[in-house]
C-alpha cells in the first residue's frame, strides 16, 4: 500500500451551541475505561463520483458534521477534572465545543482492493484513524472526537476515532448513523441521542472520586505481545446450522445465533492448544444493559455495557460439545438482571475498578466484545452504502474478540486479535475452516 499525505487538520464545532457549558457526570461503565484507548472504526466507500471536486466533498462532510454535533454536545467537548483533598479526582464530561478533530488526508497509490485484501507484510490501515495511540483519559486536553477522511485512487475512508469513556459500541454507530442521516440531507434525527441519567441519582452521590494512585498507574506502559489480526466471516447459513446444532445438543431453543458463534470459535481456538485437561480457560462478555434497565431508553448515549464471563476446564469445553459450551454462556448472560446491575452502579464507586490493557491480558481466554446488530452498512452518506468495515489500532489485545455485522444480511464477521501462533493453528485447523466456510478476509501484523 502506498503512502499517506495530510492534506489539512481542522476543528469542527457544532453550529448551535449556546448558553453556559452543560456538564454531563460520568457513570461507572464511563470511568472504568480511562486508562484504555478509544474506539476506532471506519468505513470503505467507493468514490462518489471520480469527476466530483473532492474540495466540495469534504466541505460537505465537515458542514454535516457540524450540524449533528449539535445534537452530540458531548462529541465536541472534553473531560473536566477536579482535584480533591482526599487525594482523589473526579471527572466530568464538559460540552463546551471546544470542538471535534477533522482529518484530511490522501493515500497515494491505494485502492479499494488494496484495502480488501491487503498482504501482512503491507501496512494496515491504521494510518485512516486520527489520535492514534491516545488513552481516554487524555480528552482533559484531547478531541474526544477525530474523524479523518482519507481518499483512495477510487474510494473513500471514514474513520472515527471516538473516546470510550463518554460512548460504548451503540453509541458510536449512533452517531455514525446519524452523522450519515445528516448527510443526505435531514434536518433532525430519526433517533435522537438521549443524555439523561436521572436514574443513576439511587445509586451515586455526586462525582464519583478515584484514588490518583490508580490514575497514576495508568501511564505505566504495557509492553504489548506480538499479535496477528483476522476476519472470521460467518454466513447466515452457517450460523443457522451452529445455532440448531447446539441447540439440538442441549435439547433447548435458548441458544442465540451469536452465543453459538462465540461457542464454536472459543472451542476451535483451544482445541489447536493441545491443553491439560484440567487447564482452566476463561471467555469474558460484554453486554448491553439498555435492554435489562427499564428506565433506560434504547438511544440512552454513554457506556451501558457491563461485563460477565465464565470459566471451564479445558475438558469440560472441548469434550463437552458446542450445545453445552453455549448453554453456559446464555446462562451467564441471562444471569445479568436489573438487580445485579444496580449492585454493580452502587458498589463501584465505593471501590472503583478501572480497566487496564494488562488486566485484560492476564486473562487465560478470549473476550467477546461488540454487535452484529449494530447498523453499520446503513451509513450512506449520500453516494452508497458502505463495503466494508476496518477498525483502528486501539485496544488491541490478545483473546479479543469483536463482533461485528457481516457485509451480507445475517452474517456475523469476528475481529480475532491472537498471537500468531494461535491464529496460524486456527486458520488452518480442517475442523474449523472446512465445516464453517471461513474466510480469510484480512490478515495484518
Request: proline share 7%.
Amino acid at each position: 500500500m502506498g503512502s499517506i499525505r495530510n492534506i489539512s487538520k481542522s476543528v469542527v464545532r457544532a453550529l448551535s451551541h449556546r448558553g453556559p457549558t452543560q456538564r454531563i457526570e460520568p457513570t461507572p461503565w464511563d470511568l472504568q475505561f480511562l486508562p484504555v484507548g478509544p474506539i476506532q472504526k471506519g468505513l470503505l466507500f467507493p468514490k462518489p463520483n471520480p469527476q466530483q471536486d473532492t474540495g466540495n466533498l469534504i466541505h460537505h462532510l465537515k458542514d454535516s458534521l457540524a450540524r449533528t454535533l449539535n445534537f452530540f454536545p458531548p462529541l465536541a467537548g472534553r473531560l473536566g477534572e477536579i482535584q480533591h483533598g482526599d487525594d482523589t479526582t473526579s471527572f466530568s464530561i464538559d460540552c463546551n465545543n471546544t470542538g471535534a478533530l477533522f482529518v484530511h488526508a490522501v493515500a497515494d497509490g491505494v485502492r479499494t482492493y488494496d484495502v480488501l485484501q491487503h498482504a501482512r507484510d503491507d501496512p494496515p490501515v491504521y494510518s485512516f484513524f486520527p489520535l492514534n495511540g491516545v488513552k481516554n483519559i487524555e480528552a482533559t486536553s484531547r478531541p474526544i472526537l477525530g474523524v479523518q477522511v482519507t481518499e483512495l485512487d477510487d474510494g473513500i475512508f471514514i474513520g472515527c476515532t471516538v473516546n470510550h469513556s463518554v460512548t460504548d459500541g451503540a453509541s458510536f454507530w449512533h452517531f455514525f448513523n446519524s452523522w450519515s442521516e445528516i448527510s443526505r440531507g435531514a434536518v433532525d434525527l430519526s433517533k435522537p441521542p438521549v443524555f439523561e441519567r436521572s436514574y443513576l441519582k439511587d445509586h451515586t452521590d455526586g462525582p464519583i472520586r478515584i484514588p490518583n494512585s490508580q490514575l497514576k498507574q495508568i501511564h505505566d506502559e504495557l509492553i504489548p505481545s506480538p499479535l496477528d489480526e483476522n476476519v472470521l466471516h460467518f454466513t447466515k447459513e452457517n450460523i443457522a446450522k451452529l445455532k440448531a446444532k447446539a441447540n439440538a445438543e442441549v435439547g433447548s431453543n435458548k441458544i442465540s445465533s451469536l452465543q453459538a458463534v462465540l461457542a464454536h470459535v472459543w472451542r476451535s481456538v483451544y482445541r489447536t492448544k493441545h491443553l491439560d485437561p484440567n487447564e482452566e480457560i476463561s471467555h469474558g462478555l460484554a453486554f448491553s444493559v439498555r435492554p435489562r434497565l427499564r428506565s433506560m431508553p434504547q438511544e440512552y448515549f454513554g457506556n451501558a455495557a457491563q461485563f460477565g464471563g465464565l470459566t471451564l476446564k479445558a475438558r469440560e469445553l472441548l469434550e463437552g460439545g458446542l450445545g453445552n459450551v453455549a448453554l453456559q454462556m446464555n446462562r451467564t448472560v441471562a444471569a445479568q438482571t436489573e438487580e445485579t446491575i444496580s449492585n454493580f452502579l452502587t458498589s463501584w464507586p465505593k471501590s472503583p475498578v478501572l480497566v487496564t490493557p494488562g488486566m485484560v491480558n492476564a486473562v487465560n481466554g478470549l473476550f467477546g466484545i461488540g454487535s452484529h446488530r449494530y447498523d453499520v452498512y446503513g451509513n450512506d452518506f449520500g453516494w452508497g452504502r458502505p463495503i466494508a468495515l476496518r477498525s483502528g489500532p486501539g485496544n488491541k489485545l490478545n483473546g479479543m474478540m469483536v463482533v461485528c455485522p457481516g457485509v451480507e444480511e445475517g452474517s456475523i464477521d469476528i475481529e480475532a486479535c491472537l498471537l500468531p501462533e494461535t491464529l496460524h493453528a486456527l486458520v488452518n485447523d480442517q475442523d474449523f475452516v472446512g465445516a464453517h466456510e471461513f474466510h480469510a478476509l484480512e490478515m495484518v501484523a
